[in-house]
């Protein structure tokens, strides 16, 4: 249990949910399959695979799924049938089929392939913080994390939560520690970057694998481009590449963090429960610390 993306939300004061009543509220949410016409279903599922337990808690700290099923039918595969079903029509009625019935023989050959279209599954984690006042969503795209917070709104009724706003803006912050060659307290700038200018072009400069603390970075950055994301590393402890919209991906734990789990835990329900507890007191420090960096919260 090691989240990879980090889409960060506040918790308002109004979140009041116990482990009990946030349970109670998912289960209104509750994970069904795609139906026979269905293009996609979401739903809340058991973050570890065990039946009713929609919310796993330790220490104070909660994780829910969101299970998304996917039916893919490409538009070309339901063109492909259309047109030989509009071919024999036109053959058996002497004319070409108008846009009506073109359109109607297109949507009844999709509701006929559905049901044997391949199903894509996936799980999207959310970690709760109720001390610290987080909600991360482990998601890549700020779009994944939009459909975790609306299924989420739409169990609970309402939506205590709210973005995280801070004094400098990432993208200013990013910029002036590569200008200085270095970031503040326990961060360090490691060897990805992306710098990109104001002007509408948006003209973009990536680095990946390359030293930053140079002369030719400093350049770009003094001809008026801006850091959209960097790579950065906490304490020697964990990886990870911040963005202009102060989303953190790529995040990668040391080793040895993982090591110390699984030599404690071989117990499959006491490594999961381990790991995740793990990760929650590293991450909350790393956002406490990323929060200070950027000159703390802001209105």
Known sequence: MWFRNLQIFRLTSEWAYTTDSLSQALHKGLFHGC????????????????????????AHQQLIALGVEQKLLPASVVRQYALAKLTEIEAAQGYKPGRKQRRDVTDQLEIELLPRAFVKRGLTYVW??????????????????????????LSLGELPITLVKTQLAAASAMTQWLAA????????????????AAAEERAAVRYVRHNLDSDEVRSHIAAG???????????????????EQLQVKRVAFLDLLKEDAERQNENAD???????????????QLLGDLLEALGGEGE
């Open 128 to 153: 709760i913080d109720p001390v610290n006042r987080w909600l991360l969503v482990d998601a890549s795209s700020s779009t994944r994390a939009d459909e975790v917070m609306e299924h989420l709104k």
């Open 35 to 58: 139906g026979a016409t269905d293009r996609v279903a979401r739903g809340w599922v058991p973050p570890r695979g065990e039946d009713g337990e929609l919310v796993f808690s330790v």
């Open 181 to 196: 060659g270095h970031a503040p307290g326990g961060f360090s700038i490691d060897r990805d970057c992306e710098l990109c």
């Open 225 to 243: 481009k801006a850091a959209t994301r960097l790579a950065l590393t906490w304490n020697d402890r964990i990886s990870f590449v911040l963005t």
């Open 270 to 284: 006491d490594l999961f429960a381990a790991n995740f507890t793990l990760m929650c007191g590293e991450l909350a």
